[in-house]
């Protein structure tokens, strides 16, 4: 190649490289004044969820590891194997109670259930005696507990 050929090759990649930046700068500061307009409720409710299936996963393959390991004893296999069945139970209950939360008309609900407490977060400004009175009611149809162990939340 001739040197002016180099020259001129050198200079249209310097030149795309400059409106390379200039594009990815201009992109990154739209981007940035679209963030600022997302609520936190909704990062709330899906940073919960996302944290939430993480670590239920990472349960399941923990009691996976002791259900398929040739080193477990009977009474770990039996045990491993009864506290994945009760994390799937208590998945199943959640999730149908968030379910049928959203279906009384809130626009999204997280349920968490131990055993003798169940929370419910609800997005909603302000909750009334008849709202609370529908989630209550929605928790014990699905979970024999008092009324005593519902603690109900409200984010805005």
Same mark, same amino acid.
Do not use: P, W
């Given at each position: 190649?001739?040197?002016?050929?180099?020259?001129?090759?050198?200079?249209?990649?310097?030149?795309?490289?400059?409106?390379? !930046?200039?594009?990815?700068?201009?992109? #990154? &500061?739209?981007?940035?004044? &679209?963030?600022?307009?997302?609520?936190?409720?909704?990062?709330?409710?899906?940073?919960?969820?996302?944290?939430?299936?993480?670590?239920?996963?990472?349960?399941?393959?923990?009691?996976?590891?002791?259900?398929?390991?040739?080193?477990?004893? +009977?009474?770990?296999?039996?045990? /491993? +194997?009864?506290?994945?069945? /009760?994390?799937? &139970?208590?998945?199943?209950?959640?999730?149908?109670?968030? !379910?049928?939360?959203?279906?009384? !008309?809130?626009?999204?609900?997280?349920?968490?259930?131990?055993?003798?407490?169940? #929370? /419910?977060?609800?997005?909603?400004? +302000?909750? #009334?005696?008849?709202?609370?009175?529908?989630?209550?009611?929605?928790?014990?149809?699905?979970?024999?507990?008092?009324?005593?162990?519902?603690?109900?939340?409200?984010?805005?």
């Amino acid at each position: 190649m001739k040197k002016r050929t180099k020259i001129i090759i050198i200079t249209v990649m310097v030149l795309l490289l400059g409106v390379t !930046g200039y594009l990815n700068v201009m992109l #990154n &500061n739209s981007i940035s004044s &679209n963030k600022n307009t997302v609520t936190t409720t909704s990062s709330y409710f899906q940073t919960y969820r996302t944290t939430r299936e993480s670590t239920r996963d990472q349960e399941m393959l923990y009691y996976d590891a002791i259900i398929s390991s040739e080193a477990s004893s +009977e009474d770990a296999i039996k045990s /491993a +194997e009864a506290s994945k069945l /009760a994390l799937i &139970n208590l998945m199943d209950k959640e999730l149908a109670v968030e !379910g049928l939360i959203k279906a009384k !008309g809130f626009e999204d609900c997280i349920v968490s259930i131990s055993d003798i407490k169940v #929370n /419910a977060v609800v997005k909603a400004n +302000e909750l #009334n005696a008849t709202q609370v009175a529908q989630i209550v009611s929605v928790i014990q149809s699905q979970i024999s507990t008092s009324i005593e162990n519902i603690k109900i939340f409200n984010v805005e």
